[in-house]
Nanobody
Framework: VQLQASGGGLVHSGGSLRLSCVIS????????IGWFRQAPGQGREGVSC????????YYADSVKGRFTISRDNAKKTVYLQMNSLKPEDTAVYYC?????????????????????WGQGTQVTVSS
């Protein structure tokens, strides 16, 4: 099971980025995928998750209305479109699977002891 996140970068406040998470070693159709972020000195938090069963998208309150998660099973890729970025969105972003149910991912702090994680991609939003 491997996940590869990419698409991070430096943008100004109000700008947009699209992150991609390419998976290999398993069939994307059967797995929920979450996006997480970790700012310096802070714990890792779930920002969005898309379920395997029906593609339902879940979002943390802090990103609702600004971020959109989507999946392309044929391309084995999950995307996170991030619009109206704010300096507080600055963090390393990770994608992962089998961490917890999606509703849990975006609601409570999560442990990196569970699930399969990709390497992170840095997102920096300047004010």
């Amino acid at each position: 099971v491997q996940l590869q996140a990419s698409g991070g970068g430096l943008v100004h406040s109000g700008g947009s980025l699209r992150l991609s998470c390419v998976i290999s070693g398993f069939t994307l159709d059967y797995y929920s995928i979450g996006w997480f972020r970790q700012a310096p000195g802070q714990g890792r938090e779930g920002v969005s998750c898309i379920s395997s069963s029906d593609g339902t998208a879940y979002y943390a309150d802090s990103v609702k209305g600004r971020f959109t998660i989507s999946r392309d099973n044929a391309k084995k890729t999950v995307y996170l479109q991030m619009n109206s970025l704010k300096p507080e969105d600055t963090a390393v972003y990770y994608c992962a699977t089998e961490v917890a149910p999606c509703i849990v991912v975006v609601t409570i702090p999560i442990s990196t002891d569970f699930g399969s994680w990709g390497q992170g991609t840095q997102v920096t939003v300047s004010s």
